[in-house]
Structures are given as C-alpha cells and as structure tokens.
Antibody, heavy 115, light 111 residues
Framework: EVQLVESGGGLVQPGGSLRLSCAAS????????MNWVRQAPGKGLEWVSY????????YYADSVKGRFTISRDNAKNSLYLQMNSLRAEDTAVYYC????????WGQGTLVTVSS | QSVLTQPPSASGTPGQRVTISCSGS????????VYWYQQLPGTAPKLLIY???QRPSGVPDRFSGSKSGTSASLAISGLRSEDEADYYC????????????FGGGTKLTVL
C-alpha cells in the first residue's frame, strides 16, 4: 500500500525550531518529487516547499523562504522539513504529498506556535 | 490571498448538478494542468481530478473537470449528501521558484 506518514509536530514557542519527517512506503521513493503543504486552522491549503527526486532542485513559498529547509534521504525513504524562527502564523497541519498529481498525501502533523 | 480564485461557498440539493469555478492566470492555469481535491472534515485532501479532466480510479463519473483559457471548473452531478466537503483547485505555476498554487477552497453544502 502506498503510504506517507508525517511525524514531528507539536507545540513550540515563537522563535523556536521543529523538524518534521515524512516516512514513505509502498513505492520507490527515490523516483518521486515531493512537497510539503500546510493548512492553518479553518483555512485553505498552502504549498510550502518542493524537492526533486535527487534533491538537486528545491523551491520554497515566499512565506517560509530563509526559515524552512526541505531535504530528503532516499536511502531511508524519508522527507524532512526543518523549520526555524517559527511564527504564530506558521501554526498549521503540515502534509507531505507526492508531486505527481499531488495524488498521495500523508495524514498530516499539527504544528502549533504559541507562547 | 490565494493565487487561484474560487467562490467561498456553493450549495445544491440532492440530485442536482453544481459547478465550482477556479480562476487563475497565464502563468498557472493558462499554461499548466488543473487539479481538483476534495477534503472531508478532519481528513487529508483527496485527488478528484487531474490533468484538467481525468479521474483517478475509484472517483465516480459524477465528478468532471474542464478548463478554458485561464479558468477551470469542477462539476458534480447527481449531488449526494456525502459530497458535502471542501473543494480545492490547484495548478503548477511557471513563476520563478514556485511549484504549486492553490485556490482558497469552496465549501459545498448539500441542502
């Protein structure tokens, strides 16, 4: 079964850091480009970051550029999002999603930035 | 402010046909495929339509998509109570260092 499972969310103070992980299974992870997408409480979907299959091409939304870093470990079938200098407006459910059609999503992990 | 524009709400009665619009620009919808997602409360988005009008296996043919120029539409015929959900359009964007853009979402209510 094709599956993505996020982890690493939680409560963090403003200015703090958090690292999200996304474990992939059921498909050849190294062949697929990947994304992080977030959804603030009661709000719509917002694309956050993209990484190519090899990791050589990376894009970020302006709202997170310079603060978030996407990476992947194809040997571990895992995708990561390092989030630094967190702000209250970063509070959201964070999803990892496979890039082809955005047809495969994880269940999401909640990040709450609050003092 | 989302890059793609959708109406915030739509409604219909069981059996009716409803359409949800999605408006973009030449850098996204005008030059790339459109995708549609359904999100039920508390769950992850689910792919409904890809490449403008293609349905993944398992998606009923009551759902259909179309695109013209810089706009797209999702149509749902034979509306059912279980179709009550949020619907999002999305597309690649050719702007520098941007991959995906989303619409703000449309809340569909089945009356």
């Amino acid at each position: 079964e094709v599956q993505l499972v996020e982890s690493g969310g939680g409560l963090v103070q403003p200015g703090g850091s958090l690292r999200l992980s996304c474990a992939a299974s059921g498909f050849t992870f190294s062949s697929y480009e990947m994304n992080w997408v977030r959804q603030a409480p009661g709000k719509g979907l917002e694309w956050v970051s993209y990484i190519s299959s090899s990791g050589s091409t990376i894009y970020y939304a302006d709202s997170v550029k310079g603060r978030f870093t996407i990476s992947r470990d194809n040997a571990k079938n895992s995708l990561y999002l390092q989030m630094n200098s967190l702000r209250a407006e970063d509070t959201a459910v964070y999803y990892c999603a496979r890039d082809d059609r955005m047809g495969v999503w994880g269940q999401g992990t909640l990040v709450t930035v609050s003092s | 402010q989302s890059v793609l524009t959708q109406p915030p709400s739509a409604s219909g009665t069981p059996g009716q046909r409803v359409t949800i619009s999605c408006s973009g620009s030449s850098s996204n919808i005008g030059s790339n495929y459109v995708y549609w997602y359904q999100q039920l409360p508390g769950t992850a988005p689910k792919l409904l339509i890809y490449r403008n009008n293609q349905r993944p296996s398992g998606v009923p043919d009551r759902f259909s998509g179309s695109k013209s120029g810089t706009s797209a539409s999702l149509a749902i015929s034979g509306l059912r109570s279980e179709d009550e959900a949020d619907y999002y359009c999305a597309a690649w964007d050719d702007s520098l260092s941007v991959r995906w853009v989303f619409g703000g979402g449309t809340k569909l209510t089945v009356l």
